[in-house]
């Protein structure tokens, strides 16, 4: 059953985010071929800095809109499935809550996930020309240096980083994705403009997440790695130590809520749903 539920939920969802991610892979495929593909020393000036700049701000504003519409048409798909007009024809089916929670949590997750390995794939495309991908490979060693890739850390490869960095991120979508379904879940306890109270319980969960955060990665010392020290190269500021330091405690954080909030949004639908 829960096989089919996955299916059901992820057929509702593609009816919109395929073409999404396909407009954005095209137009960053375009902006490959025509204007990053064709960045040269030579071809350096004010006007073509001023459209290369203004290219990439575009481009991170769309990836930026990209994501947006994901998570927000998994939650609009999670709000009219399970409390809209169509809730009440949900209710009628010998199934869960809980059954029906995990399923629409599972195939938002995949397409969130879906949607940062696009991100990655984009980016990819649109910045790793072969023009800074030779600069790269000719200052690798001062690149690596740079960002910290010495002493233990001096193994790790960009890829492996890179790799690392899009498992993260992949995990912190499947938290997104628990987090706007309990937005919506705590909106419905508003009597009235319950959409407003999703939205604002959305907004007050994520400052309250990016709260602890700061108290967390101040009561563990993180922030003490961001002042350089003038003493030998371990005690300076290493940004890969940084970096991974940041995920430990942001995974541990993103365990934590998000197992108290897909719980809460379970107990509200199981207690406190009124369709009325």
Same mark, same amino acid.
């Given at each position: 059953?829960?096989?089919?539920?996955?299916?059901?939920?992820?057929?509702?969802?593609?009816?919109?985010?395929?073409?999404?991610?396909?407009?954005?892979?095209?137009?960053?495929?375009?902006?490959?071929?025509?204007?990053?593909?064709?960045?040269?020393?030579?071809?350096?000036?004010?006007?073509?800095?001023?459209?290369?700049?203004?290219?990439?701000?575009?481009?991170?504003?769309?990836?930026?809109? /990209?994501?947006?519409?994901?998570?927000?048409?998994?939650?609009?798909?999670?709000?009219?499935?399970?409390?809209?007009?169509?809730?009440?024809?949900?209710?009628?089916?010998?199934?869960?809550?809980?059954?029906?929670?995990?399923?629409?949590?599972?195939?938002?997750?995949?397409?969130?996930?879906?949607?940062?390995?696009?991100?990655?794939?984009?980016?990819?495309?649109?910045?790793?020309?072969?023009?800074?991908?030779?600069?790269?490979?000719?200052?690798?060693?001062?690149?690596?240096?740079?960002?910290?890739?010495?002493?233990?850390?001096?193994?790790?490869?960009?890829?492996?980083?890179?790799?690392?960095? /899009?498992?993260?991120?992949?995990?912190?979508?499947?938290?997104?994705?628990?987090?706007?379904?309990?937005?919506?879940?705590?909106?419905?306890?508003?009597?009235?403009?319950?959409?407003?109270?999703?939205?604002?319980?959305?907004?007050?969960?994520?400052?309250?997440?990016?709260?602890?955060?700061?108290?967390?990665?101040?009561?563990?010392?993180?922030?003490?790695?961001?002042?350089?020290?003038?003493?030998?190269?371990?005690?300076?500021?290493?940004?890969?130590?940084?970096?991974?330091?940041?995920?430990?405690?942001?995974?541990?954080?993103?365990?934590?809520?998000?197992?108290?909030?897909?719980?809460?949004?379970?107990?509200?639908?199981?207690?406190?749903?009124?369709?009325?």
């Amino acid at each position: 059953m829960l096989s089919k539920l996955i299916k059901y939920d992820m057929k509702s969802l593609n009816r919109f985010l395929p073409v999404l991610h396909l407009f954005i892979l095209l137009s960053s495929i375009m902006i490959r071929v025509f204007i990053t593909g064709r960045i040269k020393p030579q071809t350096s000036s004010e006007q073509t800095d001023f459209l290369i700049i203004l290219c990439y701000v575009l481009y991170f504003t769309m990836i930026t809109a /990209l994501s947006t519409g994901t998570y927000l048409i998994a939650g609009i798909r999670f709000y009219k499935n399970m409390f809209s007009d169509e809730g009440y024809l949900t209710k009628t089916l010998p199934i869960t809550n809980g059954m029906h929670l995990l399923s629409k949590t599972i195939a938002g997750s995949i397409w969130a996930m879906v949607n940062m390995c696009f991100v990655y794939l984009c980016s990819y495309v649109v910045i790793w020309t072969p023009y800074i991908k030779s600069v790269v490979d000719e200052n690798k060693d001062d690149i690596l240096q740079e960002f910290g890739f010495v002493g233990k850390y001096a193994g790790l490869s960009f890829s492996t980083v890179l790799l690392i960095l /899009l498992l993260f991120s992949c995990f912190g979508a499947i938290s997104s994705i628990i987090m706007i379904y309990a937005s919506v879940a705590l909106g419905q306890l508003f009597s009235s403009h319950r959409v407003l109270g999703a939205v604002v319980s959305y907004f007050v969960i994520s400052t309250l997440i990016s709260v602890l955060s700061v108290v967390a990665m101040a009561l563990l010392g993180s922030e003490t790695r961001l002042i350089v020290t003038s003493g030998s190269l371990e005690d300076e500021f290493n940004l890969v130590s940084y970096m991974i330091e940041i995920m430990k405690i942001s995974a541990g954080l993103m365990i934590i809520t998000s197992v108290i909030l897909y719980v809460a949004t379970h107990c509200i639908m199981n207690k406190k749903i009124n369709l009325i």
